[in-house]
Each structure stands twice: as structure tokens, then as C-alpha cells.
């Protein structure tokens, strides 16, 4: 099909996408002083009567996490239980529907040569793989209105990073998320070195298997345990074969990651008769450590950490070592980190949208798991598990997809753009370490990580004020990029707020699209000053008052919002203002520099009434 055929918009080829893969709930407050406060029951009633979508690999119906809850199905719901050929997949008052589209990977050839079993996952929406029932388990799992439809969408961030401009599902009309720690890791130390010079660096860990403790092992690089005729490239990754069981009988064999599964690594050792295996990052992956179920005593441990424990091998004939069972620690300070994985800004589409929007926890995520998959995904392993941990941006989205879903059943006429305003602006940038939130190297974060912060969910039911954007504002902002960005021969198509598409005309003033009404402010390319505007709606009580401060400064840019103050006299009541950001020194803000501003409500009444709305600033003085 060509794009110059008459009645022909556009073509987009078909691209086959990825998946981007209890104490969360915790960390996020959705239960304070047991189950009495706290967002999940005293504000948002469990969510009941919201519907939560997942479009991901499927869902194991024979969960626990999926059991009937005894409410009824919402009524305005229209959906199906489309089951394909598996006749055992049941649908219930929990799981409510269900369906999969298989067309464009029929039609892409990329099952060629997979056996027939294969074939048949193609036409269910049973989960084969696990990470769909794990991401909506995560969002809608047990225990647990008449909207204008609005959809809410929440997308994972990819976990692409930390390289720069790596976010993806940008739009602004989607909720981007960001994954972070949170205060749970699960620890495996490892101790090398003599009785009285030993040194004792730390892993993460999820094996079931431990040491025999009292005693100290015989460590070996597996670099020099290679088999007869195999590079010592090979067995410095353990790959299958690549081992010499007569170097690596009962030792503890350091392997490198990369290439192959790191659980795999394990298995290589296990099988040519090592005891324990820790496994080091290169370089390239640096402080980004897994907590793996590994089938052998285990430590995964950093590039940074690795390089003593390689300097350790060097220096001995007989290197000694021991690695702790792996446990789970609570508390853990500081958190949240950010995911050295989790995909970062700035928006490499359109950068005057900051992305992400916001980051939740998305490492070490326990959630339910479909029985068809072993725990590592890999096939020479045969545990089977109904639960199990995991780590990714697909881990964090649906944390956010389900306080989305408590906000719409507190608030079912909210707009999705009220409802991710009110996550976003009540986020919050500190740790519970009292500092700000850093990154796994341990340098400060910035919000090309962390968009607009950390979600906070008690707060998010209840925003004081929300930045609403319309149809119309989206098509304002998409009319705005077009003669610039998007160069289509054609006028670009919109959909206004009747649903119906329009066109942006050929000479009109469409504004910029820093301006579109978004409840963060990004703005590329500063060159003198520039004015960008915004409008918020009171959804408090009224009347109330907010007054308005640079809550941090911008290097070498100068923020000044106006009006100072806002007075609002009844619900659902919007009042405009505009953001003027002044170049004082243009070489300070020629990468980007950071800030805020952050509405806060006056209320000498009510000093508990005190609703801060926040939006965090980036801007940089060059372009391109
Ligand atoms: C599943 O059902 C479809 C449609 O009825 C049929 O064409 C297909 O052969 C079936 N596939 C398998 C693997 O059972
Ligand atoms: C070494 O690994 C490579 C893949 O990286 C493989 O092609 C080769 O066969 C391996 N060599 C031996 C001797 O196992
Ligand atoms: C660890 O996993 C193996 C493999 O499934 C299993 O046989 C063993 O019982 C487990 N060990 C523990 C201590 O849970
Ligand atoms: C982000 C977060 O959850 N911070 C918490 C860390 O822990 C302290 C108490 O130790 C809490 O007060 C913070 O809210």
C-alpha cells in the first residue's frame, strides 16, 4: 500500500515489540497501620468498580491472584472472554475479559520452524511466558463509573538505560514510567581473602541453595578454568562445555556476565562440579545487579565491586572465599534507587514533553506467574512456581496502572490527564534516606530519570490541583510540531473532542508545544527568554488560595511565574498562569539544568489542608 493512494493517511509497517520486564505496595502507603488507613481501602474502596487493561503475554486465569472476588463485573463493561482454542481458560467476576491478536505475528513469519506446541500458544490468551500474569497481577491481582470511557494509559519506560534519550512511549497522552528500587533487597555477600586480610563485598541473590558455612572455598576465575581447546573467552562467560571439571571441582567459580543467561552461568558451574558461583558485571553494565533464582549458592555483584575481587585473583596461587545464603533485608536505606535499567530522558521524539513521567518500584518484584514457564525462563530448568520475582519498567507501570485505577474509582469523572496529573505533581524527589533520589552509581539523580519524582499514593488520591489537559489541547500541540518535526505533505489529522478527526489548517497560530498544558515544563533550545503558559484546576475543597514558589533554581536561568498567588472559589474552577524562563548564563544551561516550581495552599483554618503541586523544570540554552 502506498501513502500517495487517494484516501490512504499513512502507513506504518507492523514492529514486532518487546516486553519490558510485597513489599511495593507497602513502600507506596497503599496500607498504613495495617489495612485501617492508607490509599487502598480508606480512600479508594480496593479499587472496586475500576477496570484495569494489560496488553502484555497473556494471564495464567488459574492464579490465585485472579480468584473470583465477589464483586460484580462493572456494568458499563462491553468486553469479552475470547478464549481461542484453549478450552480450559475460564474467565470469572475477577478476570473479566480476555482476548489476543496473533494476526501480525502469523503474518511475520517468525514462526518458522517453531514446533507445532508453539503454534498452539498463538491461539490463547494463556500466558506462556509469565510476565503478562506477573505486570497485571502486579496492577488488578486479589486481594483484591460512568467515565467519558477515558482511558488511561500507563506504559513502561523501557529498560534501555541509563543511556541518554533511551525512554520510549513518549506521547503525551501516555503515563511513561520509570522503575526504581525500594526498601527490599536480597542480599549475598561474598567474603575472599585470608583470616585476618579477608575483604567482604556485596551481591544480590535469590538462590535456594547455600554454603555449608564454617569453612572457606578454593576460588577460581573462570577464565583460567577453560575446558582443552576452548578460548579462555568463552569460559570467562561459563558457557555451556567451556569448563574444566578439574579446575572447578569444589570451588567457587567467578564467571563474567554477558551473552548467555546469567542462571545459565550457574548451571555450567553446577555441572562441572563447582560448589558456588559469583557472578561479575563488565564495564558495560556497571552497578546493574540482579537478584536471580539461581540453581547454585550465588552472588551477582557490580563492575565496581568485581574489580576487587579480580584484584584479589590476581594476587594469589590459592584464592579463598565464602558466599552467604541470600536473605531479605527490609528497611533498606537509601530507596528509592533508580534502576540502572530503566530507561532515561530527554524525549528523543518531541523534547519539550518531559519523560518519564514518574517512576515506581520495578526491581525484585514479586508478583503471580504462569505455571507453563520455569521461574528463569529457561528450558533445562523445571521448577515451577505461582509466584515469582522480577525486575523491569513492566515491573513499575502496573504499580502505577493500579493506583490509576483507586484514583477512578475516588474520582470516576476524572479525565486521564487529571488522573496522571495528580500522580505527578504529588510525586515526591527524596529518599527515605534524607536525601534526594540518586542513581545506582550513586550519583544524583536527575529527572530524565525520575520525571516528576517518586509516586506517592495517598497523596495522589487527593492532589489539591490538577493540570487538565483536553482533546483539543493535544491537537493544538500536535497542529503546533507539524511545520517544523513532522513535515507530512498532507495536514496532519487530529481528533477533537467529538471524537471526530479534523485537520490542522495551513496558516493558523497553533502556539508552541512547550505550551501544551502538561503538568511538567521542558523547554529545549532556550535562547534569551521564554514564556510558557499553564492552567490548573482546583479538585479541593473551595474556596482556597495557592501561592506559588521556585522551589529550585535552574543554573544560569531565571524563573519567574506569574500571577505569584491563586484564588479559587468553587470545585472544578481553572486559572491560568505563565512560567517566564530568562537565559542569565547561557554556558551554565548549555546541557540541561534542573529545577521546580510547586503550588502550595494557604489555609490558616486548616494547617492540615496544605495541598503541594509540584512540576519539575528542565531547560537547556542550545539545540539540537
Ligand atoms: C486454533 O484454532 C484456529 C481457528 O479455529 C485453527 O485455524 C488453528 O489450526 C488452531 N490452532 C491450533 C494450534 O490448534
Ligand atoms: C566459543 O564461543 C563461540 C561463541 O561465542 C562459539 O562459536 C565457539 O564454538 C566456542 N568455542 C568452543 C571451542 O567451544
Ligand atoms: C532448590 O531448587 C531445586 C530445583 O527445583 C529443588 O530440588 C530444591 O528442593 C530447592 N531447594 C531448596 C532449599 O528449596
Ligand atoms: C520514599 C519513601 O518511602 N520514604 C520513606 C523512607 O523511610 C522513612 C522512614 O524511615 C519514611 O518517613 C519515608 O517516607
Avoid at 45 to 63: F, L, Q, R
Amino acid at each position: 500500500m502506498k501513502r500517495e493512494l487517494p484516501g490512504v493517511l499513512a502507513v506504518i509497517p507492523d514492529v514486532l515489540h518487546k516486553v519490558h520486564t510485597t513489599r511495593s505496595w507497602d513502600f507506596l502507603e497503599l496500607e498504613r497501620n495495617g489495612a485501617a488507613t492508607g490509599a487502598w481501602k480508606d480512600a479508594a474502596k480496593y479499587g472496586v468498580d475500576a477496570i484495569i487493561g494489560n496488553v502484555d503475554t497473556g494471564v495464567w486465569p488459574e492464579s490465585a491472584s485472579f480468584k473470583d472476588d465477589g464483586y460484580s463485573v462493572p456494568s458499563r463493561w462491553r468486553g469479552k472472554c475470547i478464549t481461542g482454542n484453549d478450552t480450559t481458560f475460564k474467565c470469572n467476576n475477577k478476570l473479566i475479559g480476555t482476548g489476543f491478536f496473533n494476526l501480525g505475528f502469523l503474518a511475520s513469519g517468525l514462526l518458522q520452524g517453531k514446533p507445532p506446541s508453539q503454534a498452539a500458544e498463538l491461539y490463547t490468551p494463556r500466558d506462556y511466558i509469565g510476565h503478562g500474569t506477573h505486570t497485571l497481577s502486579t496492577a488488578g491481582g486479589g486481594f483484591v463509573p460512568d467515565a467519558s470511557k477515558g482511558v488511561t494509559v500507563v506504559c513502561s519506560a523501557s529498560n534501555s538505560g541509563p543511556q541518554p534519550g533511551s525512554v520510549t512511549n513518549v506521547a503525551p497522552w501516555i503515563l511513561t514510567v520509570g522503575a526504581s528500587t525500594m526498601d527490599r533487597d536480597f542480599p549475598a555477600y561474598v567474603t575472599f581473602g585470608g583470616v585476618t586480610s579477608s575483604m567482604t563485598i556485596k551481591g544480590q541473590s535469590l538462590s535456594n541453595s547455600t554454603l555449608p558455612q564454617g569453612q572457606r572455598y578454593a576460588m577460581i576465575n573462570a577464565k583460567n578454568a577453560n575446558a582443552a581447546n576452548v578460548p579462555s573467552e568463552n569460559s570467562t562467560l561459563c558457557f555451556p562445555g567451556s569448563l574444566d571439571s578439574d579446575k572447578v571441582r569444589g570451588k567457587i567459580v567467578v564467571c563474567t556476565r554477558g551473552v548467555n543467561a546469567r542462571v545459565e552461568k550457574g548451571l555450567v558451574v553446577k555441572q562441572a562440579g563447582g560448589v558456588g558461583m559469583v557472578l561479575c558485571n563488565g564495564a558495560g553494565n556497571g552497578e546493574d545487579v540482579i537478584a536471580d533464582p539461581h540453581l547454585i549458592a550465588a552472588a551477582h555483584v557490580s563492575y565496581s565491586q568485581c574489580i576487587n575481587l579480580f584484584n584479589y585473583l590476581g594476587s594469589t596461587d590459592n584464592p579463598v572465599g565464602y558466599i552467604t545464603a541470600s536473605d531479605a533485608r527490609l528497611g533498606v536505606k537509601p530507596a528509592p534507587v533508580m534502576a540502572a535499567f530503566s530507561s532515561r530522558g530527554p524525549n528523543p521524539i518531541t523534547p519539550q514533553i518531559l519523560k518519564p513521567d514518574i517512576t515506581a518500584p520495578g526491581v525484585s518484584v514479586i508478583a503471580a506467574y504462569s505455571e507453563a514457564v520455569s521461574p528463569t525462563e529457561l528450558s533445562f530448568d523445571d521448577r515451577r512456581v505461582p509466584y515469582n520475582i522480577m525486575s523491569g519498567t513492566s515491573m513499575s507501570c502496573p504499580h502505577v496502572s493500579g493506583i490509576v485505577g483507586l484514583i477512578k474509582t475516588k474520582y470516576p469523572d476524572w479525565t486521564p490527564a487529571m488522573i496522571k496529573s495528580a500522580i505527578m505533581t504529588t510525586a515526591i524527589t527524596g529518599d527515605n534516606d534524607s536525601g534526594k533520589i540518586r542513581d545506582e552509581t550513586g550519583a544524583a539523580a536527575t529527572p530524565f530519570a525520575y520525571g516528576s519524582g517518586h509516586v506517592r499514593s495517598v497523596q495522589a488520591l487527593d492532589p489539591g490541583l490538577v493540570y487538565d489537559t483536553t482533546s483539543a489541547d493535544y491537537a493544538d500541540f500536535l497542529c503546533a510540531l507539524r511545520p517544523t518535526q513532522n513535515p507530512l505533505p498532507l495536514p496532519l489529522p487530529v481528533f477533537g473532542d467529538d471524537g471526530k478527526p479534523r485537520a490542522c489548517s495551513q496558516g493558523a497560530q497553533y502556539g508552541r508545544p512547550e505550551d501544551l498544558n502538561y503538568p511538567s515544563i521542558a523547554v529545549p533550545c532556550l535562547s534569551g527568554s521564554a514564556t510558557v503558559r499553564r492552567r490548573v484546576k482546583n479538585v479541593g475543597a473551595a474556596p482556597c488560595r495557592y501561592a506559588v514558589s521556585v522551589t529550585e533554581a535552574l543554573a544560569g536561568v531565571k524563573v519567574t511565574v506569574y500571577p505569584p498567588e491563586l484564588s479559587f472559589e468553587s470545585y472544578g474552577e481553572e486559572r491560568e498562569f505563565t512560567v517566564r524562563l530568562e537565559v542569565q548564563d547561557a554556558a551554565a544551561a548549555a546541557n540541561y539544568v534542573f529545577g521546580s516550581i510547586e503550588w502550595s495552599e494557604e489555609s490558616e483554618s486548616d494547617p492540615d489542608r496544605k495541598h503541594r503541586v509540584r512540576s519539575p523544570i528542565v531547560a537547556k540554552t542550545t539545540c539540537g
